[in-house]
């Protein structure tokens, strides 16, 4: 995923900032267990979100321990390895993978191609541990590839690939069926970051003839600043309304240990987020929460 799911730290009170450090680090510190230190790079906001949201909703036990890890000598809240974490990192190493292999197809770089060569031992190792979910990414992309080559002139078609896969995520990563009310709240999520990557890729996107449902709706993209500008009406009211989805369907939902964490991810990080997107001249810098 993107980093584009994230808390606002304005209104984050230090407990949740806690516990979200050790979604975060607990995934870190899994990932380097079962995959070596490299693919620790994979580590992710997004994907702490998902780590929280999915420990709350199937009511797994959380144990967070202070202790030091590789990158830091000193000591921290990590959460305590378990099953339900492991599969939360095969998932993400899965999807790292195929992003990378993504950027290889749309000749994006050397970075992509390293990536992917380091990513190959973990991936076959995680596709091992989770395959049903490396076949719902895998077909997603063959779908979002079909999009993006027909050049599909529709914002919403365009996001429906990723956001089907993020819908069907949780249950496969808990194997269980899962909440009408959480796959809303994921598909929306799944959207949000599909149209935010677009968005912030969009000058990049059309200097180098890639395909960018934002630049084939609108068109006349000159520069980052004039179409944010001309479509700001449009564009308000495309993540708005994604928002306000994901806030309705996250509000039916019955959270316990980190209700208010993922609230003020969905209520305050999204919509800040959106406004730093819009905001913003250059493509956003990576977060640091």
Known sequence: MYG???????????????LYRSFYCGMCCQTGEL?????????????????????????????????????NPKKKA???????????????????????????????????????????????????????????????YKKQREVENSRVCSIDRAADPFANLMRELPGLVLGVKTDDNLKGLCYNIGKFVYLADALDDIVDDVKHGRYNPFAVVYGDVTSRREFIAKHKGELEFCFGSICARAAEYFNALCFTQSRRLLGNIIFDGMPAKVRELLDSEKKLKNPKI
């Open 78 to 140: 990590i959460l305590r390895p378990n099953p339900l974490l492991e599969k939360i990192a095969a998932a993400n190493i899965l999807l790292s993978y195929q992003k990378a292999n993504d950027g290889v197809i749309d000749g994006d770089g050397i970075k992509y191609r390293a990536a992917r060569h380091a990513l190959k031992k973990p991936f076959r190792k995680a596709k091992e541990l989770c395959p049903e979910v490396w076949k719902a990414i895998d077909d997603a």
């Open 4 to 18: 584009y799911i994230v808390p606002q730290k304005s209104t984050l009170m230090m407990s949740d900032f806690v």
């Open 35 to 71: 995959y070596g230190n490299l693919p620790r790079f994979t580590t992710n906001y997004d994907f702490a979100f998902f780590s929280a949201l999915m420990h709350d909703y199937a009511q797994a036990d959380v144990v967070i321990e202070e202790r030091p890890c590789i990158l």
